[in-house]
Structures are given as C-alpha cells and as structure tokens.
Nanobody, 124 residues
Framework: QVQLVESGGGLVQAGDSLRLSCAAS????????MGWFRQAPGKEREFVAE????????YYADSVKGRFTISRDNAKNTVYLQMDSLKPEDTAIYSC?????????????????WGQGTQVTVSS
C-alpha cells in the first residue's frame, strides 16, 4: 500500500502561482511513477502531469504545458506540482496518484493509489 496526502491548494487570482505537494508513505516511493490529475465541477477527471520513478522523464497535458512543472524528491518521498500563470480554467480538485508501471500513461486507470485531493480555485 502507498498512502498519499496532498497539500498546497488554495484560492488565488489569475496569473498567480501555487505549488502543490504530495507526501507518500508506505512502500518504496522511488519505485513508483507519480501523476497529477484534476477534476473540475461537472467534468471528468483529466490528466495533468506525470513523472517517472527516477524523475528523469516528465509528461504534461497540452493545457498546462509551459505553465506547470512536475518534480519529485525521492529522499523526501514527495512529488510536487509547480503551477504558474494560473487561469480560471485551472480551477479543480487536484489529486496525486502512484503507479508501479514502467511506462507512461495519462489514463487514470493505470494508477493504483490515490490521494484525497486538494482544491485549487483561480479567480478572474
């Protein structure tokens, strides 16, 4: 089992920045690929970003590319999502997830463990 706890969400204005954190406990964190997903009210959950277990490879949804940066610190068992130039359409509950796969996937079904999520609200 892997337990994931997100933090860092909040209410910001358009153009502001936020950094989300996801602290992991349980099994060896460095064995897992980590992803961030988000779900806005009335919409389906969507992929945001993914980072490989080593941190060498990252992937982003087109909607956040160039504005969001995913990173990880395996010594601290934590994955981060730096969100810059936030837009109102980024408003959602953001959740981190862990997968034992060895390949990239933007499909939520590929992730075995999930956090509870943290709310991000961007006002215009």
């Amino acid at each position: 089992q892997v337990q994931l706890v997100e933090s860092g969400g909040g209410l910001v204005q358009a153009g502001d920045s936020l950094r989300l954190s996801c602290a992991a406990s349980g099994r060896t964190f460095s064995n897992y690929r980590m992803g961030w997903f988000r779900q806005a009210p009335g919409k389906e959950r969507e992929f945001v970003a993914e980072i490989s277990s080593s941190g060498r490879s990252t992937y982003y949804a087109d909607s956040v590319k160039g504005r969001f940066t995913i990173s990880r610190d395996n010594a601290k068992n934590t994955v981060y999502l730096q969100m810059d130039s936030l837009k109102p359409e980024d408003t959602a509950i953001y959740s981190c997830a862990a997968s034992g796969r060895q390949y990239h996937s933007d499909n939520a079904a590929a992730y075995e463990y999930w956090g509870q999520g943290t709310q991000v609200t961007v006002s215009s």
